[in-house]
Protein backbone atom coordinates (compact mmCIF):
# COMPACT_ATOMS: atom_id res chain seq x y z
CA UNK A 1 0.00 0.00 0.00
CA UNK A 2 2.91 2.32 0.70
CA UNK A 3 4.71 1.78 -2.67
CA UNK A 4 1.01 2.36 -4.33
CA UNK A 5 0.54 5.53 -2.36
CA UNK A 6 3.62 7.14 -3.58
CA UNK A 7 3.48 5.79 -7.02
CA UNK A 8 -0.19 7.26 -7.27
CA UNK A 9 1.43 10.19 -5.59
CA UNK A 10 4.11 10.73 -8.51
CA UNK A 11 1.14 10.44 -11.26
CA UNK A 12 -0.56 12.93 -9.46
CA UNK A 13 1.07 15.50 -11.53
CA UNK A 14 0.26 17.33 -14.89
CA UNK A 15 3.82 17.41 -16.13
CA UNK A 16 5.15 14.84 -15.05
CA UNK A 17 2.16 13.11 -17.08
CA UNK A 18 2.96 15.38 -20.12
CA UNK A 19 6.61 13.32 -19.82
CA UNK A 20 5.10 10.01 -19.69
CA UNK A 21 3.12 10.56 -22.67
CA UNK A 22 6.02 11.81 -24.90
CA UNK A 23 8.39 9.55 -23.76
CA UNK A 24 5.79 6.81 -24.52
CA UNK A 25 6.15 7.74 -28.03
CA UNK A 26 9.66 8.23 -28.08
CA UNK A 27 13.75 8.57 -26.81
CA UNK A 28 14.15 12.44 -26.02
CA UNK A 29 16.66 14.58 -24.16
CA UNK A 30 16.38 16.89 -21.52
CA UNK A 31 16.49 19.57 -24.13
CA UNK A 32 14.27 18.61 -26.27
CA UNK A 33 11.46 18.02 -23.73
CA UNK A 34 12.17 21.61 -22.36
CA UNK A 35 11.12 22.51 -25.65
CA UNK A 36 8.13 20.43 -26.45
CA UNK A 37 6.65 21.03 -22.65
CA UNK A 38 7.72 24.45 -22.12
CA UNK A 39 8.93 23.82 -18.76
CA UNK A 40 12.13 25.54 -17.11
CA UNK A 41 15.16 22.80 -17.81
CA UNK A 42 15.35 22.38 -13.97
CA UNK A 43 12.32 21.32 -13.86
CA UNK A 44 11.61 18.76 -16.25
CA UNK A 45 15.51 17.08 -15.06
CA UNK A 46 13.48 17.18 -11.53
CA UNK A 47 10.51 15.53 -13.03
CA UNK A 48 12.75 12.86 -14.54
CA UNK A 49 14.76 12.12 -11.41
CA UNK A 50 11.69 11.05 -9.82
CA UNK A 51 10.58 8.97 -12.59
CA UNK A 52 13.73 7.38 -13.10
CA UNK A 53 13.63 6.41 -9.10
CA UNK A 54 10.08 4.95 -9.77
CA UNK A 55 11.35 3.00 -12.21
CA UNK A 56 9.07 4.65 -14.84
CA UNK A 57 11.33 5.85 -17.15
CA UNK A 58 15.06 4.81 -18.00
CA UNK A 59 18.43 7.04 -19.04
CA UNK A 60 20.23 5.93 -21.74
CA UNK A 61 23.76 7.45 -23.21
CA UNK A 62 24.15 7.60 -26.81
CA UNK A 63 26.70 9.48 -28.72
CA UNK A 64 27.48 11.59 -25.87
CA UNK A 65 23.82 12.90 -25.23
CA UNK A 66 21.92 11.38 -22.11
CA UNK A 67 18.36 10.24 -23.38
CA UNK A 68 14.76 9.10 -21.68
CA UNK A 69 12.37 6.88 -22.58
CA UNK A 70 9.81 4.48 -20.96
CA UNK A 71 11.38 0.97 -20.72
CA UNK A 72 9.73 -1.60 -23.10
CA UNK A 73 9.61 -4.06 -20.64
CA UNK A 74 6.48 -1.74 -18.35
CA UNK A 75 4.09 -3.74 -19.38
CA UNK A 76 5.49 -6.81 -17.90
CA UNK A 77 6.27 -5.12 -14.66
CA UNK A 78 4.19 -4.17 -11.42
CA UNK A 79 3.24 -0.50 -12.94
CA UNK A 80 1.71 -2.49 -16.29
CA UNK A 81 -1.48 -1.82 -14.43
CA UNK A 82 -1.03 1.63 -14.22
CA UNK A 83 0.19 1.84 -17.11
CA UNK A 84 -2.49 0.54 -19.45
CA UNK A 85 -4.72 2.75 -17.36
CA UNK A 86 -2.17 5.44 -18.50
CA UNK A 87 -2.45 4.70 -21.93
CA UNK A 88 -6.38 4.61 -21.81
CA UNK A 89 -6.00 8.13 -20.54
CA UNK A 90 -3.56 9.23 -22.92
CA UNK A 91 -5.45 8.31 -25.64
CA UNK A 92 -8.91 9.75 -24.67
CA UNK A 93 -6.84 12.93 -24.33
CA UNK A 94 -5.60 13.16 -27.71
CA UNK A 95 -8.05 15.97 -29.10
CA UNK A 96 -7.04 18.15 -25.92
CA UNK A 97 -5.68 21.89 -26.61
CA UNK A 98 -2.76 21.17 -24.37
CA UNK A 99 -1.84 17.31 -25.54
CA UNK A 100 -2.16 18.30 -29.19
CA UNK A 101 0.29 21.40 -28.66
CA UNK A 102 3.08 19.04 -26.83
CA UNK A 103 2.65 16.91 -29.91
CA UNK A 104 3.34 19.49 -32.47
CA UNK A 105 6.37 20.22 -30.47
CA UNK A 106 7.55 16.77 -30.40
CA UNK A 107 7.10 16.38 -34.30
CA UNK A 108 9.07 19.35 -34.57
CA UNK A 109 11.99 17.82 -32.53
CA UNK A 110 11.72 15.05 -34.47
CA UNK A 111 11.89 16.96 -37.85
CA UNK A 112 14.90 19.12 -36.81
CA UNK A 113 16.99 15.78 -35.32
CA UNK A 114 16.24 14.11 -38.51
CA UNK A 115 17.77 17.18 -40.33
CA UNK A 116 20.62 17.39 -38.02
CA UNK A 117 22.65 14.35 -40.34
CA UNK A 118 25.91 14.87 -37.53
CA UNK A 119 23.94 13.92 -34.47
CA UNK A 120 21.32 11.92 -35.68
CA UNK A 121 21.09 8.26 -35.81
CA UNK A 122 18.30 6.35 -37.11
CA UNK A 123 17.38 3.10 -35.87
CA UNK A 124 17.68 1.21 -38.99
CA UNK A 125 20.29 0.33 -41.16
CA UNK A 126 19.28 2.37 -44.12
CA UNK A 127 18.78 5.19 -41.88
CA UNK A 128 22.52 4.72 -39.88
CA UNK A 129 23.95 5.06 -42.87
CA UNK A 130 23.50 8.61 -43.42
CA UNK A 131 25.37 9.14 -40.77
CA UNK A 132 28.18 11.19 -41.68
CA UNK A 133 30.62 13.10 -39.50
CA UNK A 134 30.57 16.32 -40.46
CA UNK A 135 28.02 16.75 -42.70
CA UNK A 136 24.96 19.25 -41.53
CA UNK A 137 22.63 21.83 -43.17
CA UNK A 138 24.22 24.91 -41.83
CA UNK A 139 27.40 23.69 -43.04
CA UNK A 140 25.74 23.67 -46.43
CA UNK A 141 23.73 26.80 -46.12
CA UNK A 142 27.32 28.66 -45.79
CA UNK A 143 28.81 26.40 -48.30
CA UNK A 144 25.76 28.02 -51.14
CA UNK A 145 26.09 31.43 -49.36
CA UNK A 146 29.56 31.67 -50.54
CA UNK A 147 27.78 31.64 -54.51
CA UNK A 148 26.42 34.30 -53.97
CA UNK A 149 27.63 37.93 -55.43
CA UNK A 150 27.92 40.51 -52.22
CA UNK A 151 24.15 41.80 -51.97
CA UNK A 152 22.66 43.96 -49.36
CA UNK A 153 20.01 41.69 -47.52
CA UNK A 154 17.18 42.69 -45.41
CA UNK A 155 16.63 40.50 -42.74
CA UNK A 156 12.62 41.31 -41.52
CA UNK A 157 11.55 40.28 -38.53
CA UNK A 158 15.18 38.99 -37.31
CA UNK A 159 14.08 38.08 -34.20
CA UNK A 160 17.42 37.07 -31.92
CA UNK A 161 19.49 37.19 -35.18
CA UNK A 162 20.04 33.84 -36.12
CA UNK A 163 19.75 34.48 -39.65
CA UNK A 164 21.11 38.25 -40.07
CA UNK A 165 24.15 36.96 -38.49
CA UNK A 166 24.38 33.61 -41.21
CA UNK A 167 23.68 36.06 -43.77
CA UNK A 168 26.36 38.43 -42.73
CA UNK A 169 28.57 35.50 -43.67
CA UNK A 170 28.14 36.13 -47.92
CA UNK A 171 26.52 39.49 -47.82
CA UNK A 172 27.83 42.96 -48.58
CA UNK A 173 25.65 44.46 -45.70
CA UNK A 174 22.48 43.13 -43.75
CA UNK A 175 19.46 45.43 -42.31
CA UNK A 176 17.96 43.61 -39.54
CA UNK A 177 14.89 45.03 -38.26
CA UNK A 178 12.47 43.81 -35.52
CA UNK A 179 9.65 45.45 -33.42
CA UNK A 180 11.27 44.34 -30.04
CA UNK A 181 14.03 46.39 -28.27
CA UNK A 182 15.07 43.80 -26.10
CA UNK A 183 15.04 41.18 -29.00
CA UNK A 184 17.18 43.46 -30.57
CA UNK A 185 20.07 43.91 -27.52
CA UNK A 186 20.06 39.80 -27.30
CA UNK A 187 20.99 40.13 -31.17
CA UNK A 188 23.31 43.02 -31.21
CA UNK A 189 25.42 40.72 -28.07
CA UNK A 190 25.41 37.76 -30.27
CA UNK A 191 26.57 39.53 -33.48
CA UNK A 192 29.14 41.20 -30.95
CA UNK A 193 30.08 37.56 -29.51
CA UNK A 194 31.22 36.30 -33.35
CA UNK A 195 32.47 39.53 -33.78
CA UNK A 196 29.94 39.93 -36.71
CA UNK A 197 30.05 43.74 -38.24
CA UNK A 198 28.47 44.30 -40.93
CA UNK A 199 24.83 43.94 -39.75
CA UNK A 200 22.42 47.02 -38.87
CA UNK A 201 19.80 46.57 -36.38
CA UNK A 202 16.77 48.38 -36.89
CA UNK A 203 13.82 48.82 -34.73
CA UNK A 204 10.75 48.76 -36.78
CA UNK A 205 7.33 47.51 -37.94
CA UNK A 206 7.07 44.92 -40.82
CA UNK A 207 3.67 47.61 -41.92
CA UNK A 208 6.21 50.36 -41.69
CA UNK A 209 9.96 49.27 -42.26
CA UNK A 210 12.23 52.10 -41.41
CA UNK A 211 14.58 51.23 -44.51
CA UNK A 212 14.65 53.61 -47.65
CA UNK A 213 12.74 52.84 -51.15
CA UNK A 214 14.94 50.73 -53.55
CA UNK A 215 18.22 49.88 -50.93
CA UNK A 216 18.27 45.96 -50.80
CA UNK A 217 18.61 43.27 -53.30
CA UNK A 218 17.16 40.58 -51.30
CA UNK A 219 14.07 41.12 -48.46
CA UNK A 220 13.70 38.32 -46.14
CA UNK A 221 10.97 37.42 -44.06
CA UNK A 222 11.92 34.49 -42.54
CA UNK A 223 9.09 32.68 -40.36
CA UNK A 224 7.62 36.45 -39.92
CA UNK A 225 4.96 36.95 -41.79
CA UNK A 226 2.30 34.75 -39.23
CA UNK A 227 3.38 37.42 -36.33
CA UNK A 228 2.52 40.96 -38.63
CA UNK A 229 -0.77 42.43 -37.90
CA UNK A 230 -1.40 43.20 -41.80
CA UNK A 231 0.63 40.48 -43.92
CA UNK A 232 -0.43 41.96 -47.18
CA UNK A 233 1.02 45.05 -46.21
CA UNK A 234 4.47 43.68 -44.94
CA UNK A 235 4.91 41.93 -48.08
CA UNK A 236 4.14 45.07 -49.83
CA UNK A 237 6.82 46.90 -47.80
CA UNK A 238 9.26 44.33 -48.60
CA UNK A 239 8.84 44.77 -51.89
CA UNK A 240 9.15 48.67 -51.91
CA UNK A 241 12.66 48.37 -50.48
CA UNK A 242 13.76 45.76 -52.97
CA UNK A 243 15.98 47.25 -55.83
CA UNK A 244 14.62 46.53 -59.41
CA UNK A 245 15.56 43.17 -60.24
CA UNK A 246 16.11 42.21 -56.36
CA UNK A 247 14.18 39.98 -54.89
CA UNK A 248 11.58 39.24 -52.28
CA UNK A 249 12.03 35.46 -50.33
CA UNK A 250 9.56 34.39 -47.69
CA UNK A 251 9.65 31.57 -45.72
CA UNK A 252 6.35 30.90 -43.36
CA UNK A 253 4.05 28.11 -42.23
CA UNK A 254 1.21 26.79 -44.19
CA UNK A 255 -2.37 27.21 -43.01
CA UNK A 256 -2.54 24.95 -39.70
CA UNK A 257 -5.05 24.32 -36.94
CA UNK A 258 -2.89 25.05 -33.85
CA UNK A 259 -4.68 27.41 -31.89
CA UNK A 260 -2.08 27.58 -28.92
CA UNK A 261 0.75 28.84 -31.07
CA UNK A 262 -1.24 32.35 -31.10
CA UNK A 263 -0.78 32.24 -26.84
CA UNK A 264 2.37 30.93 -26.42
CA UNK A 265 4.58 32.24 -29.89
CA UNK A 266 2.53 35.44 -30.49
CA UNK A 267 1.52 34.40 -33.67
CA UNK A 268 -1.33 36.42 -35.39
CA UNK A 269 -2.08 34.27 -38.14
CA UNK A 270 -2.51 30.48 -38.37
CA UNK A 271 -0.50 30.42 -41.58
CA UNK A 272 -1.21 30.75 -45.32
CA UNK A 273 -2.10 28.84 -48.32
CA UNK A 274 -0.21 28.64 -51.06
CA UNK A 275 -2.29 30.78 -53.02
CA UNK A 276 -2.49 33.49 -50.48
CA UNK A 277 0.95 34.05 -50.67
CA UNK A 278 0.95 33.89 -54.23
CA UNK A 279 -1.21 36.94 -54.22
CA UNK A 280 0.42 38.91 -51.68
CA UNK A 281 3.69 38.65 -53.80
CA UNK A 282 1.97 39.57 -57.13
CA UNK A 283 -0.19 41.97 -55.28
CA UNK A 284 3.02 43.89 -54.66
CA UNK A 285 3.68 44.16 -57.98
CA UNK A 286 6.60 40.96 -57.90
CA UNK A 287 6.67 38.96 -60.87
CA UNK A 288 8.02 35.45 -61.28
CA UNK A 289 6.48 34.54 -58.11
CA UNK A 290 7.18 31.05 -57.13
CA UNK A 291 5.82 29.04 -53.66
CA UNK A 292 6.35 25.50 -52.65
CA UNK A 293 7.29 23.25 -50.15
CA UNK A 294 10.56 24.29 -47.83
CA UNK A 295 9.97 21.59 -45.35
CA UNK A 296 7.49 18.87 -44.22
CA UNK A 297 7.47 15.71 -41.99
CA UNK A 298 4.64 13.19 -41.69
CA UNK A 299 2.95 13.46 -38.76
CA UNK A 300 3.89 17.45 -38.02
CA UNK A 301 1.03 19.95 -38.29
CA UNK A 302 3.86 22.29 -39.52
CA UNK A 303 4.39 22.30 -43.33
CA UNK A 304 7.30 25.30 -44.35
CA UNK A 305 6.48 27.07 -47.28
CA UNK A 306 8.65 29.06 -49.50
CA UNK A 307 7.67 32.00 -51.63
CA UNK A 308 9.40 34.35 -53.94
CA UNK A 309 9.24 36.84 -56.46
CA UNK A 310 11.34 39.45 -58.66
CA UNK A 311 10.64 43.31 -58.80
CA UNK A 312 10.60 44.05 -62.67
CA UNK A 313 14.03 45.62 -64.09
CA UNK A 314 17.49 44.40 -63.63
CA UNK A 315 19.70 43.61 -60.80
CA UNK A 316 22.89 45.21 -61.03
CA UNK A 317 25.16 43.63 -58.06
CA UNK A 318 27.70 45.80 -56.48
CA UNK A 319 30.22 43.25 -57.72
CA UNK A 320 29.66 44.40 -61.21
CA UNK A 321 28.76 47.94 -60.72
CA UNK A 322 32.56 48.25 -59.14
CA UNK A 323 33.81 45.79 -62.30
CA UNK A 324 32.13 48.41 -64.61
CA UNK A 325 33.30 51.87 -62.70
CA UNK A 326 36.53 50.67 -63.52
CA UNK A 327 36.38 49.94 -66.78
Not at 156 to 161: I, K, N, S, V
Request: aromatic share 4%; glycine share 8%.
Amino acid sequence: MKQASALYRLLGDEARLRLLRVLRKERLNVTELTGILGLAQSGVSRHLGLLKDSGLVVEEKDAGYTYYRVPESVAEDTTGTVWAALEEQFESAAGEAAVRADEARLQEVLRLRKENFDTHRGADTRDARQLVPGRSWAAWSRALGMLLPPLRVADLGCGEGYLAIEAARWAAQVVAVDRSDVVLDRAKALASRRRVSNVMWKRGELEKLPIKDDSVDVALLSQALHHAASPARAVTEASRITVSGGRVLILDLREHREEWVRAKLGDRTLGFNDGELRRMLVDAGLQDVRVGVGARKAGDPFTVLIASGVKPGSLVSPEAKRTTRTR
